[in-house]
């Protein structure tokens, strides 16, 4: 069956760090890759998405590469600020009615 | 702000209880999925409709049903409520196409005492 495996958090980081969050998956077919973010409190926003090889998805500072070859879509930041202390979910969808299939999560800590 | 909108945000009922959940889409996304998230579990799907009719099922309990309305909203309704349906449960709603992604709302969150 499909998959989404995340690296466990927490991941606590300074004000101005490089930011990776590691995603695999495991699926059939081509599917389309997205990530998401909670933040306290809130719903998930869905942050950025791919849907095919070598496609990059990018939004707010955030950057992510559809990696066929090696079946990732690692999540990346250059700078990250206090605000973008969260928990972020990669998922991925396969079937043609948009359901999608988390990962467990990552809460990301910045601090000052 | 999503556009999508869920009722209640919090609601605290007794075990046996049965409560339900309201969502109303973005407008012109005709379907809904239902998700349940919990410390243990995390994100788990429920089920999906489209456009009225039930499309797909996850990891729904037969205790718990839902249904989309002709004017495109829906309810999560869970009965016979046990301590371990505490959770946070989301609706997201999407054109329903693999690569538009969905769009969720701020979430109910249940306790069951």
């Known amino acids: 069956g499909n998959s989404v495996t995340q690296m466990e958090g927490p991941v606590t980081l300074s004000e101005e760090a490089f930011l990776t969050i590691n995603c695999t998956y495991t699926a059939t077919g081509y599917p389309s890759l997205f990530w998401y973010v909670q933040y306290p409190g809130e719903g998930l926003q869905l942050l950025l998405k791919?849907?095919?090889?070598?496609d990059k998805g990018s939004n707010k500072g955030f950057e992510a590469t559809y990696r066929k070859e090696t079946t990732s879509f690692h999540l990346e930041k250059g700078s990250v600020q206090v605000s973008d202390s969260a928990v972020y979910f990669c998922?991925?969808?396969?079937?043609?009615?948009?359901?999608?299939?988390f990962g467990a999560g990552t809460q990301v800590v910045v601090t000052p | 702000d999503s556009g999508v909108t869920q009722t209640p945000k919090h609601l605290i009922t007794a075990t046996g209880q049965r409560v339900t959940l309201r969502c109303s889409p973005r407008s012109g996304d005709l379907s809904v999925y239902w998700y349940q998230q919990s410390l243990d579990q995390g994100l788990q799907f429920l089920i999906q409709y489209y456009n009225g009719e039930e499309r797909a099922k996850g990891n729904i309990l037969e205790r718990f049903s839902a249904q989309q309305f002709p004017d495109l909203h829906s309810e999560l309704n869970l009965s016979s409520l046990e301590l371990g349906d505490s959770a946070l449960y989301f609706c997201?709603?999407?054109?329903?196409?693999?690569?538009?992604?969905?769009?969720f709302g701020q979430g109910t969150r249940l306790t069951v005492v």
């Open positions: 997201a709603s999407s054109v329903a196409q693999a690569g538009a992604g969905a769009f």
């Open positions: 998922a991925l969808a396969t079937d043609s009615w948009g359901k999608l299939q």
């Open positions: 791919a849907t095919k090889a070598d």
